[in-house]
């Protein structure tokens, strides 16, 4: 297994532009996750699936915001009408079913999709 | 309400030295998760170690360690003689219970510079 692949691995947009990255979890993973990282800060939780269900979405998700995980398995994120505070990492991560008391949710993560809004 | 601090915003020391990275964290819940993860400058965010609520047995990994202590919501990191290759951003993070989500809550980090 090759690990959690995000594509592209850096994109330059022009505010107002739509623009969407892909990723590709480890296979036997069902949950996927995306987070936002600004620069010097955290990632920042923006929402999970388990399978193609979405089950939670942060409030940092506004309505430009979709993600989507048709089949289950790979997922895109899409910004529309993008903004310059849109600018950040996108990190794609994915883990096993969580089991409390076996500690089975260790997140993967990919290496990132890098926007910059010009 | 969930929250990590990381109040060190970078640490720059010489090769060989020992260096520890605080974390201290936030939650109501009793059943919890602590992790540790590593940045490069490739970006890629690297599994270190978790540990949970109910163990807090401190833990050596190499020149890696880890100092859990409930009494005062910490989960501090330390590097013993570091070199160069241990420069990077270090996260910690929180996954509760709660919801089931298994999502995590990141600290704001610390960008360790090991100088040779």
């Not at chain 1, 929402?47 to 398995?73: I, M, V």
């Not at chain 2, 050596?60 to 070199?83: E, L, M």
């Not at chain 2, 270090?90 to 219970?97: G, K, M, Q, V």
Request: aromatic content about 12%; proline content about 3%; charged content about 20%.
């Amino acid at each position: 297994d090759t690990g959690v692949s995000q594509d592209p691995r850096h994109k330059i947009t022009k505010r107002g532009q739509n623009v969407t990255f892909r990723c590709d979890p480890i296979s036997e993973h069902n949950r996927l996750y995306w987070y936002r990282q600004t620069l010097g800060q955290g990632p920042e939780f923006l929402t999970y699936f388990q399978n193609e269900a979405q089950l939670e979405k942060s409030r940092l998700l506004s309505d430009r915001f979709s993600a989507e995980r048709p089949k289950g398995s790979f997922s895109t994120l899409e910004i529309q009408r993008t903004e310059q505070g849109d600018s950040a990492m996108y990190l794609c991560a994915s883990s096993s079913p969580v089991v409390w008391g076996t500690g089975a949710n260790v997140l993967t993560f990919g290496a990132g999709s890098r926007l910059t809004v010009l | 309400a969930q929250k990590v601090t990381q109040a060190q915003t970078e640490i720059s020391v010489v090769e060989k030295e020992d260096v520890t990275l605080d974390c201290v964290y936030e939650t109501r819940d009793t059943t919890y998760y602590l992790f540790w993860y590593k940045q490069p400058p490739s970006g890629e965010l690297v599994f270190l170690i978790r540990r949970n609520s109910f163990d807090e047995q401190n833990e050596i990994s190499g020149r890696y360690s880890w100092n859990f202590q409930k009494s005062t919501s910490s989960f501090n990191f330390t590097i013993t003689a570091s070199q160069v290759v241990d420069s990077a951003v270090y996260f910690c993070a929180l996954s509760t219970r709660s919801g089931n989500t298994g999502k995590l809550i990141f600290g704001q980090g610390t960008t360790l510079q090991v100088k040779p």
